[in-house]
Every structure is written in structure tokens, then in C-alpha cells.
């Protein structure tokens, strides 16, 4: 099982929307994926119940069976026991979403991932943040980031830019 997990300090960098797009590429290639929503606003938690309740004018999509969702634990402890647990399930990818901020949560989800994608659309603020998102986060985990992984995604460029 493989943890991925999307940190950004500024809201509306597309964190979410990443995991909504890198949850269906992985299914699409048949691979068993769980999303946990590190946001209080629960958008990519309350995925399924959304889904389910839309009033689909067409043809009402059939949820995934190789997708699930859940929202992030009370602490660090029981993130490591939802992981297992998870893993015990057969899961091949968790992709973990986080709010905006530099939130103690955040820093829980960042020590047990295996990698992080720092999301920036190609704006002055995003850009800005997403360098500060990096060295918090190096801060905050400390050694453990030296051998993890971490990529800076820009998503949203302008047109002609
Ligand atoms: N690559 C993209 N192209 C166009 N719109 C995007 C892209 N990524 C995100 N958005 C839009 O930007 C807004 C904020 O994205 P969201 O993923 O919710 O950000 P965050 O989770 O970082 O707060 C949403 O309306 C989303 O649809
Ligand atoms: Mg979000």
C-alpha cells in the first residue's frame, strides 16, 4: 500500500481537486483506493454521499466498489491504526487530503505518508505558499522528510502564460 498525501497552505490550490483526479485515474487502472479527508469541510470525505444524493439529470453514475472515503482520525495513533487497517483491507492507494493552514493534523498526516504533492496554481500567493508549505513541513517532520519524498505540482496555469 502506497500513502500519498496533498499539502498546501493556501486554500484553492487545487489539494482536492488533485485527489479527485489522481483517486479516478487509480481506479480507472483497477487499483483499490481510499480517500481520507483531512478537511473539516469534508468535500472529498463526504464524496460518495454527494454523489449519491445529486440530482443526476441523466443516468445516475454507480459508485465505484474500489473506492471508499473516511475522514481523518482524532490523532497520529489512530491515522497508524485506520492505515493498517487498511492495508489489511487490501488497499492499494491512500490519498490523504488536508485543510489550509499549517495545522498540527497536517503535520500528523505529513510524518506518516510516504510522499507529498504540494499543489500551486501559477499565481504569485500559491507559489509563495507552496515554499513556505515546503520548509514548515521539513521543519515540522524533520529528518524523517530527508528521506520522503515531495513534489510541487502547478495546476491552473493561465491561458497564454
Ligand atoms: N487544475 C485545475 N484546473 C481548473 N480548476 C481547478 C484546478 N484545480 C482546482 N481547480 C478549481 O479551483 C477551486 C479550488 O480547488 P480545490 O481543489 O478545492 O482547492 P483546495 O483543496 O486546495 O482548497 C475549485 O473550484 C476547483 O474546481
Ligand atoms: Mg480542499
Not at 481537486?17 to 483497477?30: C, E, P, V
Not at 487499483?31 to 478537511?39: A, E, M, S, T
Not at 501559477?122 to 517532520?141: G, R, S
Request: aromatic share 6%.
Amino acid at each position: 500500500m502506497r500513502t500519498i498525501a496533498t499539502i498546501q497552505q493556501k486554500g484553492g490550490a487545487g489539494k482536492t481537486t488533485a485527489n479527485y483526479l489522481i483517486a479516478s485515474g487509480a481506479i480507472s487502472n483497477g487499483l483499490k483506493v481510499h480517500c481520507i479527508d483531512g478537511d473539516r469541510n469534508s468535500q472529498l470525505g463526504e464524496w460518495e454521499r454527494r454523489s449519491q444524493d445529486y440530482d443526476w439529470k441523466g443516468e445516475k453514475p454507480i459508485w465505484p466498489e474500489n473506492l471508499s472515503t473516511s475522514q481523518m482520525p482524532g490523532d497520529i495513533d489512530l491515522l497508524y491504526n485506520h492505515l493498517n487497517d487498511l492495508e489489511k483491507q487490501g488497499v492499494d492507494l491512500v490519498l490523504l487530503d488536508t485543510r489550509p493552514g499549517s495545522n498540527a493534523d497536517t503535520e500528523d498526516i505529513a510524518y506518516a505518508t510516504d510522499v507529498i504533492l504540494i499543489p500551486t496554481r501559477a499565481e504569485a500567493a500559491d507559489y509563495e505558499l507552496a515554499v513556505e508549505t515546503n520548509i514548515w513541513i521539513k521543519a515540522a517532520v524533520g529528518m524523517h522528510l530527508g528521506t520522503l519524498p515531495h513534489a510541487c505540482s502547478c495546476v491552473q496555469a493561465p491561458q497564454n502564460r
